[in-house]
């Protein structure tokens, strides 16, 4: 795992072709979790959390936004032209997330160079997945776009895609912690 601050170091020192090499075709940049909260689901075993309502969500990104460098960039393992990323507790799962209130097998992200980007699909979680606050029905797959809010049960993740978060570090752009 790396911190965006490592990623805004990567931008400043590398090219972009480069900084893609580095990070993947995408980032998901992931919201620390409230630390009571988190002791809470790990007691429990549950989701602690209902999705996030609208307002909210803006005032906890901008919260977010203002800590920016100190957030940690979940890696994920090196992309083709196309690969489905599993989300997920279990270890055979490509993005690891170990929360009570993720299921084992709890979304799946998909990449393609030819699509364009990457799209997301809930696998019948528990706990929901959502984008930007709007939570997913099992089948329904959609495609992201930069900035967009995913929430897998509790957990909470910014999706950028590394060109456009390599543009933005590496002019000094997003907020610096």
């Given at each position: 795992?790396?911190?965006?601050?490592?990623?805004?170091?990567?931008?400043?020192?590398?090219?972009?072709?480069?900084?893609?090499?580095?990070?993947?075709?995408?980032?998901?940049?992931?919201?620390?979790?409230?630390?009571?909260?988190?002791?809470?689901?790990?007691?429990?075993?549950?989701?602690?959390?209902?999705?996030?309502?609208?307002?909210?969500?803006?005032?906890?990104?901008?919260?977010?936004v203002?800590?920016?460098?100190?957030?940690?960039?979940?890696?994920?393992?090196?992309?083709?032209a196309?690969?489905?990323?599993?989300?997920?507790?279990?270890?055979?799962?490509?993005?690891?997330?170990?929360?009570?209130?993720?299921?084992?097998?709890?979304a799946?992200?998909?990449?393609?160079?030819?699509?364009?980007g990457?799209?997301?699909?809930?696998?019948g979680?528990?706990?929901?997945?959502?984008?930007?606050?709007?939570?997913?029905?099992?089948?329904?797959?959609?495609?992201?776009?930069?900035?967009?809010?995913?929430?897998?049960?509790?957990?909470?993740?910014?999706?950028?895609s590394?060109d456009?978060?390599?543009?933005?570090?590496?002019?000094?752009?997003?907020?610096?912690?």
């Amino acid at each position: 795992m790396f911190s965006v601050r490592d990623l805004r170091t990567w931008a400043t020192s590398l090219g972009p072709d480069e900084f893609r090499k580095q990070v993947g075709p995408f980032v998901l940049i992931q919201r620390p979790p409230d630390p009571v909260l988190q002791q809470l689901a790990m007691t429990m075993g549950q989701r602690t959390l209902e999705s996030p309502k609208k307002e909210k969500l803006v005032d906890e990104l901008l919260l977010m936004v203002r800590n920016f460098d100190d957030l940690v960039v979940s890696t994920l393992p090196p992309l083709g032209a196309a690969a489905d990323l599993a989300v997920g507790r279990l270890p055979d799962c490509e993005l690891i997330i170990d929360e009570p209130s993720v299921s084992k097998r709890h979304a799946m992200l998909r990449w393609d160079t030819v699509q364009g980007g990457c799209s997301i699909q809930d696998l019948g979680s528990m706990n929901g997945t959502f984008v930007n606050t709007k939570p997913m029905e099992k089948s329904e797959e959609r495609l992201l776009a930069d900035g967009d809010h995913l929430a897998f049960g509790d957990p909470e993740f910014l999706y950028f895609s590394s060109d456009s978060l390599y543009q933005q570090l590496a002019k000094g752009g997003l907020a610096k912690g």
